[in-house]
Nanobody, 114 residues
């Protein structure tokens, strides 16, 4: 399955962005979908995951500020990011993980700066 992220950009501290991840197939009900990020000079880290469109979990660093969701009708997963701060600056990647599947998108860059 192919994944394509979009929605990144430059935003001021305290601002919001919504990232999208479009999957090339209808996989959400059988796949754990997740967002990861990689900041400059750091390792990739997990941000949020959603299972079967129902069970969501978040890294402590984004809990209460980010919301993961998905739309089965258009095979799209979202990450709503609010109250952004400079530490959220990173390339954000979506991931699909299931038996026989471990797919990554190419990432979308989020820069939080004034």
């Amino acid at each position: 399955v192919q994944l394509v992220e979009s929605g990144g950009g430059l935003v001021q501290p305290g601002g919001s962005l919504r990232l999208s991840c479009v999957a090339s197939a209808a996989i959400f009900h059988t796949t754990v979908m997740a967002w990861y990020r990689q900041a400059p000079g750091k390792e990739r880290e997990w941000v949020a995951r959603i299972i079967a469109g129902v069970v969501a979990s978040y890294a402590d660093s984004v809990k209460g500020r980010f919301t993961i969701s998905q739309n089965d009708a258009n095979n799209t997963m979202y990450l709503q990011m609010n109250s952004l701060n400079r530490e959220d600056t990173a390339v954000y990647y979506c991931n699909a993980n299931a038996v026989g599947i471990d797919s990554w998108g190419n990432g979308t860059l989020v820069t939080v700066s004034s």
